[in-house]
């Protein structure tokens, strides 16, 4: 079992910054690839970025390349998402989640989600 917590979320104008925190519970943290996905009102939740367990292996969707970067510290059971260059269109819950499978932008590959954490982005 993993425990996900998110953290870093608020309130923020357009062009500004946010740097979410995704801390897990257990020692097997470097096992698992982990992902950030979002989700705003009335849409289905969506891939946002994934880091390999090494963190050799990252992906992002198109909508945040180049604005978001996910990294991840292993000794510190944390995984991150630094987000920058805002827009209102990133409003949503961001959720972290792990999977025990190699990195992917798939969903349904991951096993653990976070409760989330709110982003809002005013224009």
């Known amino acids: 079992q993993v425990q996900l917590v998110e953290s870093g979320g608020g309130l923020v104008q357009a062009g500004g910054s946010l740097r979410l925190s995704c801390e897990a519970s257990g020692r097997t943290f470097n096992q698992y690839a982990m992902g950030w996905f979002r989700q705003a009102p009335g849409k289905e939740r969506e891939f946002v970025a994934a880091i390999s367990r090494s963190g050799g292996v990252i992906y992002y969707a198109d909508s945040v390349k180049g604005r978001f970067t996910i990294s991840r510290d292993n000794a510190k059971n944390t995984v991150f998402l630094q987000m920058n260059s805002l827009k209102p269109e990133d409003t949503a819950v961001y959720y972290c989640?792990?999977?025990?499978?190699?990195?992917?932008?798939?969903?349904?590959?991951?096993?653990?989600w976070g409760q989330g954490t709110q982003v809002t982005v005013s224009s």
């Open positions: 989640a792990a999977t025990s499978n190699s990195i992917s932008t798939t969903r349904g590959k991951y096993d653990y």
